[in-house]
């Protein structure tokens, strides 16, 4: 199967629903990912691929294409390795499609990684938040149960540091007591606890991993670090002169999504299923963030002013890069994440590789690229 850009809607779905069955007595691995076309999604994948997995994904329709991070997958006859990566339309809102690819694909891994990931959105939309993060977790959960596969599957839960919200103690591990500061993170408790109760209640091989931030060049546009690396490749090609951010004072233990996909897959390969905690050990806040980035480009920020007034100036210039606009601050903020994630490191052999600054290179690089290729992305 190929699919590109160019495919037709129709001739995309038809596609799409191509799907293919395991004859019983099968022993290769087959993923399910829900999410795929997110950033963990195709990270996920394409680990996965390497591993020879046969991936199976979850789509959503939408207007315009939403598959331009697994494009390659497809571009790629190596990693796609004779069809071994089928994608099938789906919704977390919608029970029956879960079924229904459940019982056709019979993955042995489920992923389930889609969700309303922005914090602050779910302020707006926080009942969608819930139906999606919350009853959706428990949506693909059962629909696992209907097809009887709840002892054969393994199931992986994209939960999240937000749990911990309001700060009670850092580094935060697994033991440390969760304050929910979002509708977001109210929904992906739900998610976290349903999982344990599932594991608990049908002795389910399932597990949740609670991950710090992590970050790339494929992270959404409106996530802070993206946001950030995005505008200063703009100043960089002289395409923008300054640009706006909120708190930027909260503190963030940001990792690289491609180390983050390969704890999730460890997490699955245990003896028996528990929770980790996936995290660099190190924060920093937003305004070192801008700071690294812009000191990539060759340019120094100095703060002037405080508050809603303060301005990041280019040292040396008067020109402001950096205003701060109320309109991105959250009504509860989570001021400060620190994890400690020394039992999968203790217990998966899993350590991150990626370092903060090394993380920043890699945005800023490809950013940089990407705003010469394409002024007006
Ligand atoms: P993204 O926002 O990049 O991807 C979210 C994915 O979920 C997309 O594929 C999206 O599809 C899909 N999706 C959204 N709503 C639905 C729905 N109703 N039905 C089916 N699919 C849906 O998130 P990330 O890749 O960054 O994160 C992956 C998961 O990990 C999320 O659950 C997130 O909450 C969680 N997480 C992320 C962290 C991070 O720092 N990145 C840290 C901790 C947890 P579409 O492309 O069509 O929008
Ligand atoms: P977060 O990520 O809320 O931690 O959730 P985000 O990058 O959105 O915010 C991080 C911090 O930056 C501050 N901030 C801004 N944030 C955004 N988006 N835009 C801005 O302009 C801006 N200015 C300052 C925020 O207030 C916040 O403190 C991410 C998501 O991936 C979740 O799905 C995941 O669960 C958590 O990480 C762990």
Redesign the pocket.
């Known amino acids: 199967m190929s699919l590109n850009s160019e495919a037709s809607g129709s001739q995309q779905a038809n596609e799409l629903l191509k799907v293919e069955t395991n004859g019983g007595g099968d022993t290769r691995k087959i993923a399910l990912i829900t999410g795929i076309t997110g950033?963990d999604g195709s990270y996920l994948a394409e680990l996965l691929l390497k591993k020879n997995y046969e991936v199976h994904g979850v789509i959503r329709r939408a207007s315009t294409f939403n598959t331009s991070r697994i494009e390659h997958l497809y571009a790629n006859p190596v990693a796609h390795q004779g069809g071994k990566m089928k994608l099938h339309y789906g919704d977390m809102t919608d029970s029956s499609s879960l079924v229904k690819i459940i019982s056709m694909v019979k993955p042995t891994e489920i992923y389930n990684l889609a969700?309303q990931?922005?914090?602050?959105v779910s302020f707006d939309l926080s009942e969608y938040t819930a139906e999606v993060d919350a009853v959706g977790t428990l949506r693909i959960l059962d629909a696992v149960r209907t097809c009887g596969m709840e002892k054969t599957v393994r199931f992986y839960q994209?939960s999240?540091?937000?749990l911990y919200g309001k700060v009670v103690e850092t580094p935060q591990n697994e033991k440390t007591p969760f304050y929910p500061r979002?509708p977001?993170?109210c929904a992906?408790m739900y998610g976290f606890w349903i999982v344990i109760n599932y594991r608990e209640a049908y002795n389910m091989y399932a597990c949740n991993g609670i991950?710090?931030?992590?970050?790339s060049p494929r992270?959404?546009e409106?996530?802070?670090?993206?946001?950030i690396t995005r505008s200063v490749a703009k100043i960089y090609h002289q395409q923008l002169e300054s640009f706006?951010?909120?708190?930027?004072d909260?503190?963030?233990d940001w990792g690289h999504a491609m180390d983050y996909v390969e704890a999730m897959w460890m997490m699955l390969q245990c003896e028996k299923p528990s929770d980790f905690v996936i995290a660099t050990g190190e924060t920093h806040s937003?305004r070192e963030f801008v700071e690294e980035a812009f000191k990539f480009i060759g340019r120094e920020i100095v703060w002037q002013g405080e508050g809603v007034n303060e301005v990041g100036i280019e040292k040396g210039t008067d020109i402001v890069r950096v205003r701060i606009?109320p309109k991105?601050?959250?009504p509860t903020?989570?001021?400060l994440?620190l994890g400690d994630s020394s039992k999968a490191r203790r217990e998966l052999n899993w350590t991150p590789k990626v370092t903060f600054k090394e993380l920043i290179k890699d945005m800023m690089e490809s950013d940089i690229e990407l705003m010469k290729r394409n002024p007006i992305a």
């Not at 991950?211 to 970050?215: I, K």
Request: charged residues 30%; proline residues 0%; aromatic residues 12%.
């Open positions: 950033q969700a990931s922005h914090v602050k994209a999240t540091s937000e979002s977001y993170a992906k991950l710090f931030n992590h970050e992270r959404g409106n996530f802070v670090t993206r946001k706006e951010l909120g708190n930027l909260s503190k963030r937003v606009n991105y601050f959250r903020e989570v001021d994440l």
